[in-house]
């Protein structure tokens, strides 16, 4: 009786009505005593460090996903604006090969200013450039671009920009539209992934600005 007594008295309860002896620790070599020993020592230590790698793992993830992209290169915003400056010498000598170098052969999606509503890859745009310097302005062509602002963010870019061709003999002799271009950059070279060409519209009268004034 007397040494059952001791036993009752050295479990220790938890708040789940177990001991220390079920959970397998022992104290000098008898289950469920309680008080601080050199295993129980151990295991708490090693218990708190595995909560401390935890947390730091957890917060350097959360860490890694709040940092910030790659900050542009030197010479990022100088080959955009480079890129920009050969497609309006190539427009300018409406030379459709070189319009189309800015532009990625994979991947590229545009919204122009004309129908159809959307060209989905460079092939389609070829054809649209083709049609615009035969069609809508066969003659000689002044064109140029201004108020040019680019944004670099890692390996993607964008710019707005407005944009004038000036083609005294056409049916629109002068058509002033408002650019958007996004960039990716692979393999050290900037190129247009999408584009999106427009004009403002007055919604009274249904019609488009084709001067796009300020």
């Given at each position: 009786?007397?040494?059952?007594?001791?036993?009752?008295?050295?479990?220790?309860?938890?708040?789940?009505?177990?001991?220390?002896?079920?959970?397998?620790?022992?104290?000098?070599?008898?289950?469920?005593?309680s008080?601080?020993?050199?295993?129980?020592?151990?295991?708490t230590?090693?218990?708190?460090?595995?909560?401390?790698?935890?947390?730091?793992?957890?917060?350097?993830?959360?860490f890694?996903?709040?940092?910030?992209?790659?900050?542009?290169?030197?010479?990022?915003?100088?080959?955009?604006?480079?890129?920009?400056?050969?497609?309006?010498?190539?427009?300018?000598?409406?030379?459709?090969?070189?319009?189309?170098?800015?532009?990625?052969?994979?991947?590229?999606?545009?919204?122009?200013?004309?129908?159809?509503?959307?060209?989905?890859?460079?092939e389609?745009?070829?054809?649209?450039?083709?049609?615009?310097?035969?069609?809508?302005?066969?003659?000689?062509?002044?064109?140029?671009?201004?108020?040019?602002?680019?944004?670099?963010?890692?390996?993607?870019?964008?710019?707005?920009?407005?944009?004038?061709?000036?083609?005294?003999?056409?049916?629109?002799?002068k058509?002033?539209?408002?650019?958007?271009?996004?960039?990716?950059?692979?393999?050290?070279?900037?190129?247009?992934?999408?584009?999106?060409?427009?004009?403002p519209?007055?919604?009274?009268?249904?019609?488009?600005?084709?001067?796009?004034?300020?």
């Amino acid at each position: 009786m007397a040494g059952s007594g001791r036993e009752a008295a050295g479990r220790v309860p938890d708040p789940e009505g177990w001991t220390l002896a079920a959970r397998g620790v022992t104290v000098g070599g008898e289950p469920g005593r309680s008080g601080s020993t050199g295993e129980l020592q151990m295991k708490t230590r090693i218990i708190a460090g595995a909560a401390l790698a935890l947390g730091l793992s957890v917060a350097g993830t959360a860490f890694a996903a709040d940092a910030p992209a790659a900050a542009a290169g030197p010479g990022d915003k100088a080959q955009i604006a480079a890129l920009e400056k050969r497609f309006a010498a190539a427009f300018n000598a409406k030379d459709v090969g070189k319009v189309m170098n800015v532009y990625a052969r994979s991947g590229l999606f545009v919204f122009d200013a004309t129908p159809p509503r959307q060209y989905v890859g460079w092939e389609a745009y070829r054809k649209d450039f083709e049609g615009l310097f035969k069609e809508a302005f066969p003659g000689a062509l002044k064109f140029s671009i201004a108020d040019l602002a680019i944004t670099v963010s890692g390996d993607m870019a964008y710019s707005h920009s407005i944009q004038t061709i000036e083609s005294p003999g056409a049916a629109i002799p002068k058509l002033v539209v408002r650019v958007t271009d996004v960039y990716r950059k692979a393999g050290g070279r900037w190129l247009v992934v999408h584009e999106h060409v427009s004009v403002p519209v007055d919604m009274a009268t249904d019609k488009g600005d084709l001067l796009s004034k300020p």
